[in-house]
T-cell receptor, first 116, second 115 residues
Framework: AQSVSQHNHHVILSEAASLELGCNYS??????LFWYVQYPGQHLQLLLK??????LVKGIKGFEAEFIKSKFSFNLRKPSVQWSDTAEYFC??????????????FGTGTQLKVEL | KAGVTQTPRYLIKTRGQQVTLSCSPI?????VSWYQQTPGQGLQFLFE???????NKGNFPGRFSGRQFSNSRSEMNVSTLELGDSALYLC??????????????FGPGTRLTVL
């Protein structure tokens, strides 16, 4: 069974600091990769996605992620965080299924707190 | 387009009862998935429906079931509720087609409390 690991459970940064959240998955086949964000009191929102092509993908609000197939990783980055980035971030993997469709496996999430 | 809507937003039930949750996907989306979110287990996949058929299934007991209607709306049912079923139940819709996979868009969830 596939699994997703997010190594940082809680991260505290000052505004303008750079962010990198790690995500590793275990699955040898074709995968689609996602980062979702959950702001306080809001529902899960798609931050960015990777299906194929350029392994460096850009998402909303200045976030980007790099897929490194050899390392089974899909790390999330942002050059300069803002207080409004305070949220919980989830990495998710969708393995290619025989019958197609969606079956996301989520990491445990990283709680990011940005201090002024 | 309107987002994914879920009703009700909050539910309180007692052990042994059953509950039905409803989800309306984004217009045009035919794939609807359900997830359970708890502090201890995180986000776990329950099942996915596409064109009124269950296409994928997670590792939950048979007490958890679902269905999808011809208009793509979906319901999820939990029978014989247990305390451990207390969770946020999330519905996600996707433009995924018959054979592929696509991104999913989540609704606000239904908070179920079992007493």
């Amino acid at each position: 069974a596939q699994s997703v690991s997010q190594h940082n459970h809680h991260v505290i940064l000052s505004e303008a600091a750079s962010l990198e959240l790690g995500c590793n998955y275990s699955y040898g086949g074709t995968v689609n990769l996602f980062w979702y964000v959950q702001y306080p009191g809001q529902h899960l929102q798609l931050l960015l996605k990777y299906f194929s092509g350029d392994p460096l993908v850009k998402g909303i609000k200045g976030f980007e992620a790099e897929f490194i197939k050899s390392k089974f990783s899909f790390n999330l980055r942002k050059p300069s965080v803002q207080w409004s980035d305070t949220a919980e971030y989830f990495c998710a993997v969708n393995a290619k299924l025989t019958g197609g469709g969606n079956k996301l496996t989520f990491g445990t999430g990283t709680q990011l707190k940005v201090e002024l | 387009k309107a987002g994914v809507t879920q009703t009700p937003r909050y539910l309180i039930k007692t052990r042994g009862q059953q509950v039905t949750l409803s989800c309306s996907p984004i217009s045009g989306h035919r794939s609807v998935s359900w997830y359970q979110q708890t502090p201890g287990q995180g986000l776990q996949f329950l099942f996915e429906y596409f064109s009124e058929t269950q296409r994928n299934k997670g590792n939950f007991p048979g007490r958890f079931s679902g269905r999808q209607f011809s208009n793509s709306r979906s319901e999820m049912n939990v029978s014989t509720l247990e305390l451990g079923d207390s969770a946020l139940y999330l519905c996600a819709s996707s433009p995924a087609g018959a054979s592929g996979s696509r991104e999913q868009f989540f609704g606000p969830g239904t908070r179920l409390t079992v007493l």
